[in-house]
């Protein structure tokens, strides 16, 4: 365990009224979720004066109750014992379980995390954590949704499949409340925390600019290497050991050939099985998807190659180049050789 995490495991003198408060009202059930009220009341009663102000708590937490303004990205270590109430925020949260146990409890779903892993919950997921152990070190980073934005999403601009999955889980719907990745105690996943947070702490030049390059880089890795296995609430997936991201991925590789009939029979689901899992996760039908994906594939393409038209349209997944002239301008508006000429024009 490295001398900065292990600094964490003394209780603080908070965590220890909250603990003692715990454990001398076992009827109160502390480590069960609570509405606002409720948690006001208790928390009013558990907190030492340490200067929080209970009165202007709320269970919609903004972007300014803990991200300085000078910052995009904070740091919260979840204090170990608190009440559990439920609450929202207005901002990305990444939950990174550093060691020890805890509970990430929403509406309908009670998920056990251990260490290594890293859930990330979009803005208005409503949630709550039980972390009722002395072992348990919990990190929360914050992130500013355009810093988010910046770090994430735009890493996965020219997936057009793939972005649209994640569009609708951190931005269009609460039917995908949060992503899990298992990264089984990553020991550089824990150095990428651990060197954000004391840069963070710092009170060097170019501090913010340090930290949403680390948390970048963090972010990277994770998509790097644990991808494959993140975990994803259940959305028409009716086989627990079915991979949606490696199912998107698929699709995605194979966009200028692949058919709805193969890409079921590939993953053993009936045609209609594989049109509802893709609906749910993308917002969008299997054809709607594919076409989206040659379309930008076009674009990119035709702006940035000079490969003849005709050459970009078989690539692309057209027979016929009139077709492919014609779906590409009732998507783009322009034909073309009307959107390279555009594209050229910007360059010069």
Same mark, same amino acid.
């Given at each position: 365990?490295?001398?900065?995490?292990?600094?964490?495991? /003394? !209780?603080?003198?908070?965590?220890?009224?909250?603990?003692?408060?715990?454990? /001398?009202?076992?009827?109160?059930?502390?480590?069960?979720?609570?509405?606002?009220?409720?948690?006001?009341?208790?928390?009013?009663?558990?907190?030492?004066?340490?200067?929080?102000?209970?009165?202007?708590?709320?269970?919609?937490?903004?972007?300014?109750?803990?991200?300085? /303004?000078?910052?995009?990205?904070?740091?919260?270590?979840?204090?170990?014992?608190?009440?559990?109430?439920?609450?929202?925020? /207005?901002?990305?949260?990444?939950?990174?379980? @550093?060691?020890?146990?805890?509970?990430?409890?929403?509406?309908?779903?009670?998920?056990?995390?251990?260490?290594?892993?890293?859930?990330?919950?979009?803005?208005?997921?409503?949630?709550?954590?039980?972390?009722?152990?002395?072992?348990?070190?919990?990190?929360?980073? !914050?992130?500013?949704?355009?810093?988010?934005? $910046?770090?994430?999403?735009?890493?996965?601009?020219?997936?057009?499949?793939?972005? $649209?999955?994640? &569009?609708?889980?951190?931005? &269009?719907?609460?039917?995908?409340?949060?992503?899990?990745?298992?990264?089984?105690?990553?020991? %550089?996943?824990?150095?990428?925390?651990?060197?954000?947070?004391?840069?963070?702490?710092?009170?060097?030049? =170019?501090?913010?600019?340090?930290?949403?390059?680390?948390?970048?880089?963090?972010?990277?890795? %994770? !998509?790097?290497?644990?991808?494959?296995?993140?975990?994803?609430?259940?959305? &028409?997936?009716?086989?627990?050991?079915?991979?949606?991201? =490696?199912?998107?991925?698929?699709?995605?590789? &194979? =966009?200028?050939?692949?058919?709805?009939?193969?890409?079921?029979?590939?993953?053993?689901?009936?045609?209609?099985?594989?049109?509802?899992?893709?609906?749910?996760?993308?917002?969008?039908?299997?054809?709607?998807?594919?076409?989206?994906?040659?379309?930008?594939?076009?674009?990119?393409?035709?702006?940035?190659?000079?490969?003849?038209?005709?050459?970009?349209?078989?690539?692309?997944?057209?027979?016929? @180049? $009139?077709?492919?002239?014609?779906?590409?301008?009732?998507?783009?508006?322009?034909?073309?050789?009307?959107?390279?000429?555009?594209?050229?024009?910007?360059?010069?």
């Amino acid at each position: 365990m490295s001398t900065a995490k292990a600094a964490f495991l /003394e !209780l603080s003198k908070t965590e220890l009224n909250l603990k003692r408060y715990y454990e /001398e009202h076992p009827e109160l059930h502390l480590d069960k979720p609570h509405n606002e009220d409720e948690a006001i009341d208790m928390l009013n009663k558990c907190y030492v004066n340490d200067n929080t102000r209970i009165g202007t708590f709320s269970t919609t937490i903004n972007e300014q109750a803990f991200i300085p /303004e000078y910052m995009d990205i904070a740091f919260v270590r979840h204090m170990r014992y608190t009440p559990v109430f439920w609450h929202t925020h /207005e901002f990305f949260e990444l939950l990174c379980v @550093l060691d020890g146990e805890c509970k990430n409890i929403f509406s309908d779903t009670e998920i056990k995390m251990v260490p290594g892993d890293i859930c990330i919950h979009s803005p208005r997921t409503t949630h709550t954590v039980s972390a009722f152990s002395d072992k348990c070190i919990l990190m929360n980073i !914050l992130m500013r949704r355009s810093t988010f934005e $910046n770090s994430f999403m735009s890493l996965l601009r020219s997936d057009s499949i793939l972005s $649209n999955f994640f &569009n609708r889980a951190f931005f &269009n719907t609460t039917d995908i409340p949060y992503l899990i990745f298992h990264t089984n105690k990553d020991p %550089l996943i824990e150095k990428y925390i651990m060197d954000s947070y004391a840069e963070a702490s710092s009170l060097h030049r =170019y501090r913010k600019e340090m930290v949403n390059a680390q948390i970048s880089q963090l972010i990277i890795y %994770l !998509l790097q290497k644990y991808e494959s296995s993140i975990e994803i609430p259940s959305i &028409n997936m009716e086989k627990k050991d079915s991979n949606l991201i =490696y199912m998107l991925r698929y699709l995605q590789a &194979n =966009y200028a050939t692949i058919t709805l009939p193969e890409l079921a029979a590939f993953f053993n689901y009936s045609e209609r099985q594989m049109q509802r899992i893709i609906c749910s996760a993308t917002g969008m039908s299997f054809s709607e998807n594919i076409q989206k994906q040659k379309i930008e594939r076009a674009c990119y393409l035709l702006a940035e190659s000079d490969r003849s038209i005709t050459e970009i349209s078989e690539e692309v997944g057209y027979v016929s @180049l $009139n077709n492919f002239r014609k779906i590409f301008h009732k998507h783009v508006g322009l034909t073309p050789s009307e959107f390279r000429k555009a594209k050229n024009h910007e360059i010069g």
